[in-house]
């Protein structure tokens, strides 16, 4: 019975959460995270991209939480909606969102008439800086098809991208132009969106324009990044042909040092975004993937609207991404090539450094031997002379005699003195 029990309460744990992964339901709730809150058509949307620095993401917090009590901005989204509509906030990793949407009767304007301000009252406190803009609107399904002379107002329709999406679910007409308020437009024509395929289309739209909007941010640095780099592979070309003229290598040396700093400086400040380009493009890529476009006479696909605009400043990215890197490699090789240079250079120096030091010492012990030399006729000198002084008081008459046969063996003697110090000396010192 008490395992019986024990089992039971086991099993009620691990259905409270005893036994779940700390991001378990974090997880789970992630993938319905960005999810628009949208439930039903004619639906009218305007979202905004305000780019924010890092540094204003606490002010950000502060402001939204004014208009959104009982909700955490901490969290990254807030929604304040009503069965009329409502706002959206979110946060992204360089940008924020803020998304108004109604509910109601397009009319004859589809949707696209003007709203009060004070229905966008982040427009005048929001912190960041307005990016993107743009209005959609979705028309009920089985709804009549929009003529021509309402799309006229509001859509070029002989420039205008127009194609169908879900599958063949949906129609869509835009021109990619500012209109009225700065935004531009989209019209949705309802086919038969079922479910959340309404809320998905909307957000596909929206991160489309956004993502690629974002990616070419980074398309007016890279063709600044493309002129600089002309005049600094000139200037490598000239520091390389220096050194193969043979100029100064420290002067060489300085050039390089100089060109390097600024490459890895350029190299240092674009590398973010260099890897949100390339991310916003293949988010961009992906995001077009999922329209599932079919193609109506006489108009482009999204599809082919963006790649003919986008692909060009991705490739011109790519090549100056290619062309700083190809030549930070260039610099390196250089590099190499001045270090081997100066090191064959010091090599020389140190040769014949060596060669007047061996010569240094073969006159030192040319001089050595000399001094030795005359050392032993020194030496042999003071002692015949200490000799004399003791033999001459006893040897009377004969002193003379016997201090001339001492000569040669006293000069031998200090010889044989001298070289056995000398030897001492020498193994002391191994």
Not at 52 to 70: K, N, Q, Y
Not at 271 to 286: K, Q, V
Not at 377 to 402: C, M, Q, R, S, T
Request: one cysteine or more.
């Amino acid at each position: 019975m008490t395992r019986h029990r024990r089992a039971q309460e086991r099993r009620q744990d691990e259905m409270d959460g005893g036994r779940d992964h700390p991001l378990r339901v974090t997880l789970s709730e992630l993938m319905h995270l960005r999810a628009l809150p949208l439930d039903r058509v004619p639906l009218r949307l305007r979202q905004w991209v305000f780019l924010v620095e890092p540094d204003a993401r606490t002010s950000e917090a502060a402001f939204v939480a004014l208009f959104a009590p009982g909700q955490d901005p901490a969290l990254g989204r807030v929604v304040v909606a009503d069965e009329d509509g409502g706002w959206l906030w979110e946060r992204h990793q360089e940008f924020s969102t803020w998304t108004w949407f109604a509910y109601g009767p397009l009319g004859r304007e589809l949707g696209f008439q003007p709203q009060p301000e004070a229905s966008f009252f982040w427009l005048d406190g929001a912190p960041g800086q307005v990016f993107r803009g743009v209005e959609i609107s979705v028309s009920a399904p089985g709804a009549a098809a929009p003529t021509d002379a309402d799309l006229g107002r509001h859509i070029d329709l002989q420039r205008c991208v127009s194609c169908e999406a879900f599958d063949g679910a949906a129609r869509i007409w835009t021109d990619f132009r500012l209109r009225e308020g700065g935004a531009g437009r989209i019209h949705v024509h309802n086919l038969s969106l079922a479910n959340d395929e309404v809320s998905r289309l909307v957000q596909t739209l929206l991160e489309i324009g956004n993502y690629r909007k974002l990616a070419l941010i980074g398309f007016p640095p890279a063709r600044e990044m493309l002129a600089w780099l002309d005049g600094a592979e000139a200037r490598l070309a000239a520091i390389t042909s220096g050194l193969a003229a043979g100029e100064d290598s420290q002067a060489v040396l300085d050039r390089l040092l100089a060109l390097s700093a600024e490459v890895e400086l350029r190299a240092a400040s674009s590398r973010f975004r260099r890897g949100a380009t390339e991310s916003y493009h293949r988010l961009t890529l992906d995001r077009l993937e999922a329209l599932r476009e079919r193609r109506i006479p006489g108009h482009s696909t999204m599809s082919e609207f963006i790649a003919r605009r986008l692909l060009p400043a991705m490739r011109t990215r790519q090549a100056s991404d290619r062309r700083l890197d190809d030549l930070s490699l260039r610099i390196a090789r250089s590099g190499d090539l001045l270090r081997t240079t100066l090191g064959l250079a010091q090599d020389r120096q140190n040769q014949e450094t060596l060669r007047g030091m061996d010569a240094s010492l073969q006159l030192q012990t040319k001089l050595q031997g000399l001094v030795e030399g005359l050392s032993i006729f020194a030496v042999g000198y003071y002692v015949l002379g200490l000799l004399g002084y003791l033999l001459k008081p006893w040897l009377h008459g004969v002193a003379e005699h016997l201090m001339s046969g001492l000569v040669p063996l006293v000069l031998i003697a200090v010889a044989a003195s001298l070289h056995r110090r000398k030897k001492r000396l020498i193994d002391e010192a191994h």
